[in-house]
């Protein structure tokens, strides 16, 4: 059973940035991908962001290549992933969800097995 916490959403007008962060936990977390997901009001949840296990290989939705970058922290701390947020339009409101699946160490899959419990994030215009 894996854990995971969001935080750092927030409000932020049009052009600005911010930072998600997620922390997981696990009583053995090894060997996960992870990755971000968003839902906006009347929509369904869709891919932002992914990241394997080694962070060699990345992948993102066509709506924020070039505006957003995932991470996630050094080899002693592989539990957290980060998503930087730049040039922020109003189309990017939507409650961010943190995701994780039990993959190879190079792989992003299309399918993950737990989540958060969500952070909202909000762009004015």
């Known amino acids: 059973q894996v854990q995971l916490v969001e935080s750092g959403g927030g409000l932020v007008q049009a052009g600005g940035s911010l930072s998600l962060s997620c922390a997981a936990s696990?009583?053995?977390?090894?060997?996960?991908?992870m990755a971000w997901f968003r839902q906006a009001p009347g929509k369904e949840r869709e891919f932002v962001a992914g990241?394997?296990?080694?962070?060699?290989?990345?992948?993102?939705a066509d709506s924020v290549k070039g505006r957003f970058t995932i991470s996630r922290g050094s080899a002693s701390a592989r539990n957290t992933v980060h998503l930087q947020m730049n040039i922020l339009k109003p189309e990017d409101t939507a409650v961010y969800y943190c995701?994780?699946?039990?993959?190879?160490?190079?792989?992003?899959?299309?399918?993950?097995?737990?989540w958060g419990q969500g952070t909202q994030v909000t762009v004015s215009v």
């Open positions: 995701a994780a699946a039990y993959t190879g160490p190079d792989t992003v899959p299309g399918y993950f097995a737990s």
């Open positions: 696990a009583r053995s977390f090894s060997s996960y991908a």
């Open positions: 990241i394997s296990w080694t962070g060699s290989r990345t992948t993102y």
